[in-house]
């Protein structure tokens, strides 16, 4: 059965530094999502690429995140600096038809 | 107020009972509906999706949508310890439909 692929599932970081994490969609879905879910909360859309193509980042903190998706394939969100209210799970989804999103298994980051 | 609200719960049945799960949203120009389970450190996982005023069945699992009430629920029948888990309610906004607004999420405690 076709999955989402992220990496890497945990990453522990000291407030400052730069991460990033990637996403693999589900071969053939032209939208890809990078959703944050902090403890206790339901996931928030940061950015929607339609193939390679920026659909919607009105969420994103523009000023120390950024998302590429270069070939309109996989795709990497990148946090700099990282500050301690960025911990959460950063989640990647991907849909055939901009309907049913599947989701990967997701990033724990964890700000230190 | 939220666009997807739910109640966090936890709403404790026992085994074997129909547990009954609400979300509520404001954009009355959302027009499809989603159901997600989420397991704990897990990411959310599709249970079923509504589009159409009325009811969906798809096994132990019933999606209802109210449109006029603006108003989703899901009933989980004959319901399993293996179902406690935390249940995502999502919409699309009329403005791109293609994204889903989440709401908290409900827990779901069921005791042998």
């Known amino acids: 059965e076709a999955e989402v692929a992220q990496s890497p599932r945990y990453k522990i970081t000291e407030k400052s530094q730069a991460v990033a994490f990637w996403c693999d969609p589900i071969s053939g879905h032209a939208t890809l999502y990078w959703y944050r879910q902090i403890l206790g909360q339901g996931p928030e859309l940061l950015v929607q690429?339609?193939?390679?193509?920026?659909?919607?980042d009105s969420q994103l903190p523009k000023d120390r995140f950024s998302a590429e998706r270069l070939k309109g394939v996989d795709s990497t969100l990148k946090i700099q600096p990282a500050e301690l209210g960025d911990s959460a799970m950063y989640l990647c989804?991907?849909?055939?038809?901009?309907?049913?999103?599947?989701f990967g298994p997701g990033t724990r980051l964890t700000v230190l | 107020q939220k666009e997807v609200e739910q109640n966090s719960g936890p709403l404790s049945v026992p085994e074997g009972a129909i547990a009954s799960l609400n979300c509520t949203y404001s954009?009355?120009?959302?027009?499809?509906f989603f159901w997600y389970r989420q397991y704990s450190g897990k990411s959310p996982e599709l249970i079923m999706f509504i589009y159409s005023n009325g009811d969906k069945e798809d096994g132990r699992f019933t999606a209802q949508l109210n449109k006029a009430s603006q108003y989703v629920s899901l009933l989980i029948r004959d319901s399993q310890p293996s179902d406690s888990a935390t249940y995502l309610c999502a919409g699309t906004p009329a403005s791109n439909t293609g994204k889903l607004i989440f709401g908290q999420g409900t827990t779901l405690q069921v005791k042998p």
């Open positions: 690429f339609q193939d390679e193509s920026v659909v919607d």
């Open positions: 954009d009355r120009g959302s027009q499809s």
């Open positions: 989804a991907s849909s055939s038809d901009r309907a049913e999103q599947f």
